[in-house]
Nanobody, 124 residues
Framework: QVQLVESGGGSVQTGGSLRLSCTAS????????ITWFRQSPGTEREAVAR????????LYADSVKGRFTISQDNFKNTVYLQMNNLKPEDTHRYYC?????????????????WGRGTQVTVSS
């Protein structure tokens, strides 16, 4: 089994930056991709950014391209989400999720492990 723990959320003003961390433990060798999702109450969980662990290939939602960067530190079993130029519409709870396959990265069903999330609040 894989366990995921997110950290790094907080409150910033518009234009500010945050770096989220997702640290994996357990059967981490089974992980093929890790994706950051975000969600607010009453909304669907949205895929934001994904990284394929073997190649480092990254994918992004159109809403965050050019502002967010996903990266990994293999020695720390950690994936980061650097978020720059934050906007009020980026206010959500952010979750990381791990998948044992390189499936459709935006599909929730692809993922078998989830963290509990970290809250990001951007004020105008």
């Amino acid at each position: 089994q894989v366990q995921l723990v997110e950290s790094g959320g907080g409150s910033v003003q518009t234009g500010g930056s945050l770096r989220l961390s997702c640290t994996a433990s357990g059967s981490t060798t089974n992980i093929k991709q890790i994706t950051w999702f975000r969600q607010s109450p009453g909304t669907e969980r949205e895929a934001v950014a994904r990284i394929a662990l073997a190649t480092g290939e990254s994918l992004y939602a159109d809403s965050v391209k050019g502002r967010f960067t996903i990266s990994q530190d293999n020695f720390k079993n950690t994936v980061y989400l650097q978020m720059n130029n934050l906007k009020p519409e980026d206010t959500h709870r952010y979750y990381c999720a791990a998948s044992p396959i390189l499936g459709t990265w935006t599909a929730i069903i692809t993922y078998t492990a989830w963290g509990r999330g970290t809250q990001v609040t951007v004020s105008s």
